[in-house]
């Protein structure tokens, strides 16, 4: 069973600045299945990144991904307030514990 | 546009029963793969059940393989997920997704909440 490990489990930034987001596999996996996700509190997660690089419909290019094998990164660029959320990544049917993002 | 719209949830003692529901709107609903994900409070996303596009092939997370049933009408446009010999630790918000090709989920419903309490 593979273990996907989200560091930092909370990061402060202000706006303008790079957040950088990580995601861990436990073994090697396919980066066709990485995605990762924003969640905003009371609400449903939103798919930002597919396939561990692709931006899904309607993201800005602020957002995103890149890694293999076991390590892959969220990159989010030119913080703004409303970036502030819960970020998950989940490759196949596992999901990350997630990261909060906060911007201070 | 793509909706989602869950209908269902409440709260139910353990070993109870409820239904939920999710009626697809804004796509070609028979033609792609569809997911439960559930939202324990305050935690994380864990992923509980899948069917094909046919409703021929289900999945089901071990920690409910038993207990939930997933299926889906393709005539009706709806997702169903039958809960069954609930636990407390059932107990989350559960989100209906259209699941894609590499299996991430590009559209989720709003959630629906489920409390097992006695």
């Known amino acids: 069973e593979i273990v996907l490990t989200q560091s930092p489990g909370t990061l402060s930034l202000s706006p303008g600045e790079r957040a950088t987001l990580s995601c861990r596999a436990s073994q090697s996996v396919s980066s066709s299945y990485l995605a990762w996700y924003q969640q905003k509190p009371g609400q449903a997660p939103r798919l930002l990144i597919y396939?561990?690089?692709s931006r899904a419909t309607g993201i800005p290019d602020k957002f995103s991904g890149s890694g293999s094998g076991t390590d892959f990164t969220l990159t989010i660029s030119r913080l703004e307030p409303e970036d502030s959320a819960v970020y998950h990544c989940?490759?196949?049917?596992?999901f990350g514990q997630g990261t909060k993002l906060e911007i201070k | 546009e793509v909706q989602l719209m869950k209908s269902g949830g409440g709260f139910v003692q353990p070993g109870g029963s409820l239904r939920l529901s999710c009626a697809a709107s804004?796509?070609?609903?028979?033609?792609?793969?569809m997911s439960w994900v559930r939202q324990a409070p305050g935690k994380g996303l864990e992923w509980v059940s899948a069917?094909?596009?046919?409703?021929?092939?289900?999945y089901y997370a071990d920690s409910v393989k038993g207990r939930f049933t997933i299926s889906r009408d393709n005539s009706e446009n709806t997702l169903s997920l039958q809960l069954n010999s609930l636990r407390a630790e059932d107990t989350a918000v559960y989100y209906c997704?259209?699941?894609?090709?590499?299996?991430?989920?590009?559209?989720w419903g709003q959630g629906t909440l489920v409390t097992v309490s006695s």
């Open positions: 069917i094909s596009n046919s409703g021929s092939l289900t």
């Open positions: 396939g561990a690089s």
């Open positions: 804004g796509f070609t609903f028979s033609t792609y793969a």
């Open positions: 997704a259209r699941r894609r090709d590499g299996q991430w989920l590009d559209h």
């Open positions: 989940q490759h196949s049917d596992t």
